[in-house]
């Protein structure tokens, strides 16, 4: 996820990351760097950001990259096809409660602020929509995603997210070439809300299958510690 419907060109960084002391130590990362919880947001919440996200609709905007360009460490210009709008007055009220802030910190376990952006909805809906390899933009260094729909079956592979935990400080070619190894995936099921690291793990969304739609709401927050380098 980039988090961005018009996504910056970040100078290329070769470096691996260099991750502060305080999120090293942080109950997220101690927890693997992500997690997943079913209940975040009640029915009316949920029913309401659908709403809002096929709303918004018409004002998606095309990514549609081949190839990855150099980048090693976090945003840059990954490949990926998918399309994406800029949230309206529900997520951002979402956004900026206090309560949503107040559960993202304590879950994360360190000072947070939103980026003072704009969420965005994702919209996977074509068959092999995707997104490669890649570190969060460096104003997100915490995403928080909510799966609004997929109607994948438990059984598929299409729009499984995908995490390399064990593989924090590779550049981001070499996860790319050996993508398979120590991969963690998992669906996302409408619902549910993970909170990630994104601007640390290395993640990706595995290609959409045949009449796959999955559409998820994209919030970034910046981690209020020593810069992730
Ligand atoms: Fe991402």
Redesign the pocket.
Known sequence: ???TVNHPFNRIRRLPPVIPDEILASRLMRCGGYEVFDEVLNARWLKALRHEAVGQLPKAILSDVERSDGEEVRGGNPARRFFSAPGAAVQDAYYRSAWMLDFVRAVVGVPLTPTGMMGTYTYYRRHGDF?AV???IEACDV?VITCLFDNARDADVGGLMSFYPKRLTEPLSAIRRDAEHRRVSLRLHPRQTIVMY?GIVP?AILPTGAQQVRIVSVLCYRALTSNIA
Do not use: K, Y
């Open positions: 996820m980039l988090h997104l890649h570190r969060d995403a994104g993640h």
